[in-house]
């Protein structure tokens, strides 16, 4: 694969689960990869690590999605180390499910900071570097983003990213700069093992709604990452792509 050969991605939140996969698979096409994290460190550094082993090229950058100040340092490095940028996936995100009555400010603030507010403020730094020739913006939906049972924070959150995508994509158009959504369904990763889905009822019930008859794996979004960063979907902009496996 070599549809990126001499981009520069940088991925937020790139330390584990889908961020880590989409990480490696930007690298695998060719791609040198900003491994962003907010804590991981280890877990970046082993990113990092994992994509110099194959060839690949990657630095890994520490700094909070919803802190102006640190998507500024950001960019500035990404673009000192490897002198360009080409395609942001704005993928730091997180979700707890909670009823309505269990629901708190902090709970809210902390979702909306994290996932919308840190995707504008990434996307705002990015386009500043991107060059005459534009680039990709992928922003990280959820097949919540329609509305959720015990979900009215996070599928509000995910809400906005759509929203976001779709009026960031006919703002930034003219200047050849595509902003696209990934929704995914449920997937495999750290943070479904430790929140208790894997294996649980709500895995099961989600599954016998799936019409592929799997919970997703990180590399299923990855590789939908590759192509809406790569040319072949260079005729796509302000688009909500479902990676569900067909779970509606």
Known sequence: MSELNGKVAVVTGASKGIGAAIAKALSAAGAAVVVNYSASKEDADRIVADIKAKGGKAIAFKGDVAKADDMGRLFEETKKTFGRMDVLVNNAGIYRFARLEEITEDEFHQHFNINVLGTILATREAVKYFGPNGGSVINMS???????????????????????????????????????????????????????????????????????????QPDDIARVAVFLASEDSAWLTGERLAASGGYR
């Open 142 to 216: 959820s097949i919540a983003s329609a509305g959720a049972p015990e979900a009215a924070v996070y599928s509000g959150s995910k809400g906005a990213v759509d929203a976001i995508t779709r009026g960031l994509a006919e703002e930034l158009g003219p200047r050849k700069i595509r902003v696209n959504a990934i929704a995914p369904g449920g997937v495999e990763t750290e943070g479904t093992h430790s929140g208790g889905i894997v294996g649980s009822d709500f895995e099961k019930a989600m599954i016998a709604r799936t019409p592929l008859g799997r919970f997703g």
